[in-house]
């Protein structure tokens, strides 16, 4: 199953047939205010589905790591994607988003790479993350899906928020259940830069 998701299209076939895409959309709407003509860059963006549902004013950038996910991207929509290499000449951001990324890191390389998304922000500037979460009183599907995640790092949502607090003062983590179709954790993240 695994490698079946590294394929862009079938990825966001099963983010969508989840609920885990509509998840994302809906965390986005409750917890992050994109103003207009900000600029917003988007670690981990996969195919890049999620800039159908964020607001046409922004300006918008998203990286990836997955050369298939990038190409599939710009393919679809526009060359506003790059991979990961590009990062450091793309700040000052208003906001950097890292959707489904923190549980794929280990918890010190996340620690630096939080450093560098906080040092990428605008004084003011916003960190928006969300992940699945392990949390007491999950039923078996659920503990069995963020067990068999492709990211090897899953944590509880006190574990994310302790990683953010590192690299930022003000921090808000948010624990939401039903978000999805199949049961499942989310820990929303919103860290503000000095």
Not at 162 to 191: C, W
Request: charged letters at 25%.
């Amino acid at each position: 199953m695994k490698h079946v998701l590294e394929l862009p299209a079938l990825y966001q076939f099963y983010q969508e047939l989840g609920g885990f895409f509509g998840a994302r959309v809906t965390a986005i709407r409750d917890y992050l205010e994109l103003r207009p003509n900000a600029r917003v860059i988007d670690i981990g963006c996969g195919p890049g589905y999620i800039l159908r549902h964020l607001p046409a004013t922004i300006d918008y950038v998203g990286l990836d790591i997955d050369e298939p996910s990038i190409a599939f991207a710009r393919a679809r929509f526009e060359s506003r994607f790059f991979d990961a290499d590009a990062a450091r000449e793309l700040g000052p951001a208003d906001v950097v988003m890292m959707n489904g990324v923190m549980h794929h890191i280990g918890d010190d390389d996340l620690v630096a790479t939080l450093g560098h998304v906080r040092n990428a922000l605008k004084p003011g500037g916003v960190l928006f993350t969300l992940d699945g979460c392990y949390a007491p009183g999950q039923g078996r599907l659920e503990k069995w899906l963020l067990d068999n995640d492709r990211g090897l790092h899953v944590r509880r949502a006190d574990e994310y928020r302790h990683l953010l607090e590192q690299a930022f003062p003000d921090v808000e983590m948010h624990v939401r259940n039903k978000l999805s179709r199949l049961p499942y954790t989310f820990a929303i993240g919103v860290a503000k830069a000095a």
